[in-house]
Structures are given as C-alpha cells and as structure tokens.
C-alpha cells in the first residue's frame, strides 16, 4: 500500500499568514493527488484534486503543487473559516489512502 | 442539488454484519465513482472501498478487505457497503461521497455519515 505522510501534524498560525502543507507518497503517485478540508462535525470538502487543479468554489488563495512523491498545500493569506484539519489522499493505486491529517489551529 | 443520505448503521456485537445504503440524487449516478470512508470517534480519515462508474474497478483497504463488499445498484441509485464480521475497530462514522468523475479523481461530495458501533 501507499503511504502518505503528512507534514506539520500540527500548525498554529495568524490571520494572514500564509502556511504550506506538505504530503510525501512512499511510491511515486504521478499527480494523483487531493486535498480536503474538515471542520469539526462536518464531512470533509475537496480543495485540490490532481494535486493542483481548484475545486469549483474554493477560494484561490489554496493551491497545490508537486508531482510524483512530494506535494504542498499553501494557503497564501490565512482567513479565519480556513482553521480546520486538512487531509492529503492519493487516488493512484488501490487502497486510496489518506495522510494522518495536519491540524491548523489559530496562534 | 446533490444529495447523498447514507443509512443502516447502529450497534452491533462483534462478528455480526452489518449494510450500509447511500441513496444518491441530483445526478447522474452511472456516471460518477463512489466510496465509502469512515472515521472514527477523535480519529483521522480512512477510505474503505470504492468503486468506479461501471463496477469495472473495485478497491478496498487492507483493514476490511475478505469482509466488505461494495455494490451500487443504478436502477435504485443506490451504494451499498456488506460489512461482515464486524470488529469493534470498525467502530466509526461512516461517509458516502461522490468522486469528480468516474473513477478517483478526489471525492467532491459526501453524506452526512452513519455511525457504527461495534460492542458486545
């Protein structure tokens, strides 16, 4: 199975910091690659998928970047609503794993 | 608008089974991967199985492979989850989502979950 290995497991940062998320595949993934967003009680929502293409509706300052192992997330100028947990899962081979989750929390 | 309203969780006892149903609508559901994910209580995500468009490609987690078995029905828009031999690590949330396309591109939409807990 792939593993994927999330980095920080957890950040704390202020409004309008901009914050990076990286996720490394312990096999290469091409850039099947997505990132979601989970707030406490709610089902997670997609943000990237195909390691940097925008979910519809996401605000642009989330991106993604990477190919192969190595992929970030960066969200340019943190909001308050984008305190949350954010997950990595590669969808190259099955089982579609997902990273440990990184929690970002308000300094 | 999309919906997907998941079903059949509840208390179980251990090596019992257990079916999951997602009743999916506001879309063409023969035209779409879907998946079961689960999380449980205080715990990360974990994708349990999929399964692609047309049932050519099915996948399932280390942890419920031999156990589980995914299903979709078109005429009844419907995915199932079989959970057999239930261990109470299996105790968790569990989530229907739709993929982006018809097979895993990234899971666009979820359901609002159906717990299962496994306990004697």
């Known amino acids: 199975d792939i593993q994927m290995t999330q980095s920080p497991s957890s950040v704390s940062a202020s409004v309008g910091d901009r914050v990076t998320i990286t996720c490394r595949a312990s096999?290469?993934?091409?850039?099947?690659l997505a990132w979601y967003q989970q707030k406490p009680g709610k089902a997670p929502k997609v943000l990237i998928y195909?390691?940097?293409s925008l979910q519809s509706g996401v605000p642009s300052r989330f991106s993604g970047s990477g190919s192969g192992t190595d992929f970030a997330l960066t969200i340019s100028s943190l909001q308050p609503e984008d305190f949350a947990t954010y997950y990595c899962?590669?969808?190259?081979?099955?089982?579609?794993?997902f990273g440990q989750g990184t929690k970002l929390e308000i300094k | 608008e999309v919906q997907l309203v998941e079903s059949g969780g509840g208390l179980v006892q251990p090596g019992r089974s257990l079916r999951l149903s997602c009743a999916a609508s506001?879309?063409?559901?023969?035209?779409?991967?879907v998946h079961w994910v689960r999380q449980a209580p205080g715990k990360g995500l974990e994708w349990v199985s999929g399964?692609?468009?047309?049932?050519?490609?099915?996948g399932y987690a280390d942890s419920v492979k031999g156990r589980f078995t995914i299903s979709r029905n078109s005429a009844k828009n419907s995915l199932y989850l079989q959970m057999n031999s239930l261990r109470a690590e299996d105790t968790a949330l569990y989530y229907c989502?739709?993929?982006?396309?018809?097979?895993?591109?990234?899971?666009?939409?979820w359901g609002q979950g159906t717990l299962v807990t496994v306990s004697s």
């Open positions: 195909e390691a940097s």
């Open positions: 989502a739709r993929d982006i396309r018809g097979s895993g591109v990234g899971l666009e939409y």
């Open positions: 899962q590669q969808l190259d081979i099955f089982p579609y794993t």
């Open positions: 096999q290469g993934i091409n850039s099947w």
């Open positions: 506001g879309f063409t559901f023969d035209d779409y991967a």
């Open positions: 399964i692609s468009w047309d049932s050519g490609s099915i």
